[in-house]
């Protein structure tokens, strides 16, 4: 997929966007600290804190935990949220390391499985090296039927498109979360909640 990037300036990719996108933190300032002594290039740094965002921070719908976390450090300290807050760590960690990172969304099933549930968005994250240009990855977290990886050349995302049960493969890499998403994480007393009030569509 040739991705569409909506800002040309590289720095609009590096910015903090209070309150959310924050990486001058004590939490997320540590885990960057451990990440740069444990990795030289940049793009192990951001293979590792790709690596910590899926593999560390428990998925809210796997674990039915109700709690709601929308910022980065929130995330980071509670190892609990879904799709979308670990987006926003995984964007506040590469941004925090000098990576210029994005937000990417697709728009699937809502419970993965049957059209007369909805549809509903699912955050990931692109991010730039340059030696390779823009990528996604997607740190959702992995579970039997779900394998993401931090590739390069290849995206091995957590959810294959079905475009025959009406799901989307959006392209575009937008600077910061989409309000949408916001607004539905803000307004969501539990993670139950807030599954069936994500956004239908970009």
Request: aromatic residues 8%; charged residues 25%; glycine residues 6%.
């Amino acid at each position: 997929m040739e991705l569409v990037i909506e800002s040309s300036n590289i720095n609009d990719y590096l910015q903090e966007i209070p309150p959310i996108i924050v990486y001058n933190t004590p939490a997320i300032q540590d885990r960057i600290k451990g990440i740069q002594e444990r990795a030289s290039s940049k793009e192990k740094q951001a293979k590792l804190a790709f690596e910590i965002t899926r593999d560390e921070i428990h998925h809210s719908f796997d674990t039915k935990d109700p709690i709601v976390t929308i910022n980065a450090e929130d995330v980071i300290n509670n190892k609990e949220g879904i799709c979308f807050a670990k987006a926003h760590l995984l964007a506040a960690l590469l941004r925090g390391l000098g990576i210029p990172a994005g937000f990417c969304y697709q728009r699937v099933l809502r419970n993965g499985k049957d059209i007369e549930s909805g549809h509903a968005l699912h955050g990931l994250n692109a991010l730039y090296l340059e030696e390779y240009g823009w990528f996604r990855v997607d740190p959702r977290g992995n579970k039997p039927g779900i394998d993401s990886q931090f590739s390069i050349k290849e995206e091995k995302l957590a959810y294959p498109i079905r475009k025959e049960l009406g799901e989307i493969d959006y392209p575009n890499v937008f600077t910061k979360p989409l309000d949408s998403v916001v607004k539905a994480m803000l307004e969501s007393a539990t993670s139950q909640e807030l599954f069936f009030k994500r956004p239908e569509q970009i």
